[in-house]
């Protein structure tokens, strides 16, 4: 999976809302910082792997990575935020100027 750019989804993000909204602006500084948290979760998992094992005393048992469930909750969170962001929307292109040739033809009454 490639790596996404965080500098350019930050300068992409901050040219689709209102700059001047200072809510807006941390909403999309927080929502850059969870990106960077998923990443770091995810060099985690691909150093130790999905599954680690602990060892109290005697016994010794497998479980799931505990970035996996901080992944679940990074992306809900990720989710929410981009819900709650306030994007512009661009504007549609104008609909072309009928030409001449596109106009209805009117036939005649006899």
Do not use: W, Y
Not at 3 to 19: G, S
């Amino acid at each position: 999976m490639r790596k996404v750019n965080l500098a350019k989804l930050k300068k992409q993000l901050l040219a689709r809302i209102d700059t001047e909204d200072l809510l807006e602006v941390k909403k999309v500084n927080d929502l850059i910082r969870l990106h960077e948290l998923d990443a770091k979760c995810d060099e985690a998992i691909a150093r130790d792997g999905v599954s680690i094992v602990i060892e109290n005393g005697s016994q010794k048992f497998i479980k799931s990575h505990p970035s996996m469930n901080e992944k679940m909750k990074i992306n809900a969170q990720k989710i929410a935020l981009e819900k709650s962001i306030k994007f512009k929307l661009k504007a549609a292109p104008a609909p072309a100027e009928p030409s001449v040739d596109d106009k209805p033809k009117r036939g005649s009454l006899l």
